[in-house]
């Protein structure tokens, strides 16, 4: 078989890969001739493009580089622990799409399993086996949950869990924390971190995240500083919450936080909610919930359990998950639900997470942080890399703030990083070859394909960006 990779350094117009696909070799009457020497594309010239069909130049707002300046590189293709743009340029890459990719890009076990089942058909609106396997590998391994939905994304599956948690408690008012993403749902995207923090400048209150949401779609949640457990009262159907902040940095739990929120719950009524759309199946093979001893109703999942395809998923307590339909009330449905080349891929990549995988990627996340903050510590930038398990957050502090510099432990003091700095450290490595998230807020996702020599090559990059800065700072 041939490699099917178009040749991403040339132009594809829709009519030659038609043609590709059916064998034609005259195109259809009537079609606009492609051109004889495509133009070689380019990032600038690609997002002119796309600026002038998609909002923003992107499908997805933090891709457009606004936090940080300058054109967004548009991504040829990808390898293991490195993607190449669309100039052939190579970057180690960092970002692993925001988490969703843990054994490298392009593995060749979980392509292998796309291909495979991407020849019995991408989808048929009936249920399969291997939906069967993936939610029997997820019972199987996260402490809490019991039964599972699958979904499309990670939006999908904390907005149902709310829903869910509704429906099973019979009350409406939700608690979130200040800081943590869950997504674009309405009720949700208060107070937000990761891409959402740059725009969302209120203090305090709670107010919709986003033009759109109408107040009335935020009015029963309840926004509250992290890592410090409520008083809750019998009002409240759940909390959720990340127990890793990997939104606002990269922020811990602070002790007892977690099984704090876990007494009060279980005091109240409410159901606890833990979002490890991040977390889970990163943090160790049972998540967060396994690595803290703290065992939530609800689950949310993603990212990893996809295997960079579209999934997500909601589970936990049997009695709870048995409220929706069809054995109960609350309705949830999907077209692409379980999707059959999504669940191919995410249980190949769940087949390759053994302890050993954990204990590497453990020990990679270590070596990259304490380089990172050799780095900053060794230019004189005032910094904290912050790491939790595989996780790796930077926080930039504000220019002249007197070292150590503590990690942050809430929204307010995450927020106080220095985003203008940030963007600066990230064109330095970015110039140099190494592809960070574009946001002061995103974390760093080290995976099984980031080698000890990858990372000393990162760290290497990181002493020189890093030096980089000072000299600006001192400007
Ligand atoms: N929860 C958390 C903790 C996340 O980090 C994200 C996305 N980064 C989401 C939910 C939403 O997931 P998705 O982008 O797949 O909708």
């Known amino acids: 078989?041939?490699?099917?990779?178009?040749?991403?350094?040339?132009?594809?117009?829709?009519?030659?890969?038609?043609?590709?696909?059916?064998?034609?070799?005259?195109?259809?009457?009537?079609?606009?001739?492609?051109?004889?020497?495509?133009?070689?594309?380019?990032?600038?010239?690609?997002?002119?493009?796309a600026r002038a069909v998609i909002p923003g130049g992107v499908n997805s707002p933090v891709?457009?580089?606004?936090?940080?300046?300058?054109?967004?590189?548009?991504?040829?293709?990808?390898?293991?622990?490195?993607?190449?743009?669309?100039?052939?340029?190579?970057?180690?890459?960092?970002?692993?799409?925001?988490?969703?990719?843990?054994?490298?890009?392009?593995?060749?076990?979980?392509?292998d399993a796309i291909r495979r089942a991407a020849g019995e058909g991408t989808s048929y609106g009936a249920p399969?086996?291997?939906?069967?396997?993936?939610?029997?590998?997820?019972?199987a391994r996260v402490p809490s949950v019991e039964k599972v939905r699958l979904v499309s994304s990670g939006t999908e599956a904390t907005m149902t869990a709310i829903r869910l948690a509704r429906g099973a408690t019979g009350r409406s008012r939700i608690v979130k924390f200040a800081g943590n993403y869950?997504?674009?749902?309405?009720?949700?995207?208060?107070?937000?971190?990761?891409?959402?923090?740059?725009?969302?400048?209120?203090?305090?209150?709670?107010?919709?995240?986003?033009?759109?949401?109408?107040?009335?779609?935020?009015?029963?949640?309840?926004?509250?500083?992290?890592?410090?457990?409520?008083?809750?009262?019998?009002?409240?159907?759940?909390?959720?919450?990340?127990?890793?902040?990997?939104?606002?940095?990269l922020v811990a739990p602070a002790p007892g936080f977690l099984q704090g929120l876990r007494d009060e719950c279980t005091r109240v009524g409410a159901l606890l909610i833990f979002d490890e759309v991040i977390t889970g199946f990163r943090l160790d093979i049972g998540g967060a919930q396994q690595v803290f001893g703290v065992i939530p109703d609800l689950t949310c999942l993603g990212k990893v359990i996809g295997g960079g395809l579209n999934v997500g998923a909601f589970g936990g307590r049997a009695d709870v998950m048995d409220h929706l339909a069809p054995l109960g009330p609350v309705y949830q449905a999907g077209t692409l639900s379980g999707n059959p080349?999504?669940?191919?891929?995410?249980?190949?990549?769940?087949?390759?997470?053994?302890?050993?995988?954990?204990?590497?990627?453990?020990?990679?996340?270590a070596h990259l942080a304490v380089g990172l903050q050799?780095?900053?510590?060794?230019?004189?930038?005032?910094?904290?890399?912050?790491?939790?398990?595989?996780?790796?957050?930077?926080?930039?502090?504000?220019?002249?703030t007197p070292g150590p510099v503590p990690a942050p432990v809430d929204y307010d003091g995450a927020r106080a990083a220095d985003e203008a700095g940030y963007g600066r450290f990230f064109h330095a490595m970015l110039d140099a070859g190494v592809a960070l998230a574009p946001g002061a807020y995103e974390v760093l996702f080290p995976g099984l394909a980031h080698t000890p020599d990858i990372v000393a090559h990162v760290v290497s990059v990181a002493y020189e960006a890093a030096r980089t800065l000072a000299g600006e700072d001192r400007a």
């Open 1 to 49: 078989m041939t490699d099917p990779t178009p040749d991403q350094t040339t132009d594809q117009t829709t009519d030659q890969a038609t043609d590709q696909a059916t064998g034609r070799s005259e195109p259809p009457a009537g079609a606009v001739a492609p051109p004889t020497r495509p133009e070689p594309l380019t990032n600038q010239g690609l997002f002119d493009r």
């Open 128 to 139: 399969t086996y291997r939906e069967v396997l993936l939610a029997e590998a997820i019972c």
């Open 182 to 249: 869950h997504g674009h749902s309405d009720a949700l995207l208060a107070a937000s971190g990761s891409a959402v923090a740059h725009l969302d400048h209120s203090e305090g209150a709670t107010v919709p995240g986003s033009a759109g949401v109408p107040p009335g779609a935020v009015a029963d949640t309840v926004v509250l500083p992290y890592n410090q457990v409520p008083v809750l009262d019998d009002t409240i159907a759940c909390v959720i919450v990340e127990p890793v902040a990997a939104n606002m940095g």
């Open 63 to 111: 891709r457009a580089f606004d936090a940080v300046g300058g054109t967004p590189y548009f991504v040829a293709r990808a390898a293991g622990a490195h993607v190449w743009d669309v100039e052939g340029r190579g970057y180690v890459d960092l970002v692993q799409s925001y988490g969703a990719v843990i054994a490298g890009h392009a593995h060749p076990h979980v392509v």
């Open 374 to 400: 050799d780095a900053f510590d060794s230019a004189g930038v005032a910094a904290h890399v912050s790491r939790v398990g595989p996780l790796v957050g930077l926080y930039l502090a504000p220019t002249g």
């Open 341 to 365: 080349l999504a669940t191919a891929a995410g249980l190949a990549a769940l087949s390759l997470l053994d302890q050993g995988a954990y204990e590497q990627l453990e020990g990679t996340a």
